[in-house]
């Protein structure tokens, strides 16, 4: 399964962030897409993507900060089920001929009740994960897994609690770093 995860930076902004993402998608055509920041108006669902089919959020004070898109092909063979999005997240369940997966595309502001909204998140990876015997957890999470040792990270103890509860999961970090695979200027 191809992914594809983009931190946007509003998407609604200008025409030219979707025209990037249509090349991203023309070029790669990942099986899952997760877009972080969005910024996209509650009132209008109508963005569309050929060949792709987009879940959607609740709103957030009526914007959607992060969507989803699959695959039509993935759809069509997988039964996707949209399990109870929170206004920072879309948890898709995916049953298909080789097994189930649980796909989270997640973003965590970094601004408002930081700690709650952490915790909220890990509450729902524990919640939805346990399900599934395949897991993909995708999105912006405003944590620098690079910097967990540095004393002078003004979110090391976020960070600390994502990776410990991560771990209480049984989940692990593949690469602390993440590369951009794309830029935008």
């Known amino acids: 399964m191809s992914v594809l995860v983009w931190n946007v930076a509003n998407l609604a902004r200008s025409r030219t962030r979707e025209l990037e993402l249509r090349a ?9 897409v997760a877009l972080s920041e969005v910024e996209l108006d509650a009132e209008d669902s109508s963005f569309h993507l050929p060949g792709y089919k987009v879940f959607y959020p ?7 900060r992060v969507l989803m898109l699959l695959q039509d ?37 970094w601004t408002g009740n930081e700690a709650a909204d952490l915790s909220s998140l890990l509450d729902n990876i524990g919640k939805y994960s346990p399900s599934s015997p395949k897991v993909l957890l995708a999105g912006y999470f405003n944590l620098d897994a690079a910097r967990r040792g540095d004393p002078l990270y003004y979110r090391r103890s976020m960070l600390q609690t994502f990776l410990s509860r991560l771990a209480e999961l049984g989940y692990v970090l593949e690469n602390d770093v993440t590369i951009p695979t794309w830029r935008t200027s």
Not at 24 to 32: G, I, N, R, W
Not at 58 to 64: E, G, Q, R, T
Not at 79 to 90: D, G, I
Request: glycine residues 6%; charged residues 20%.
């Open 24 to 32: 991203l998608l023309d070029a790669h055509k990942p099986d899952v």
């Open 58 to 64: 609740s709103p957030y004070k009526n914007k959607y």
């Open 73 to 109: 092909s993935l759809v069509r063979r997988s039964n996707p089920t949209l399990l109870a999005p929170s206004h920072q997240e879309v948890w898709i369940r995916l049953a298909g001929p080789s097994g189930s997966w649980t796909i989270g595309a997640c973003y965590r502001q």
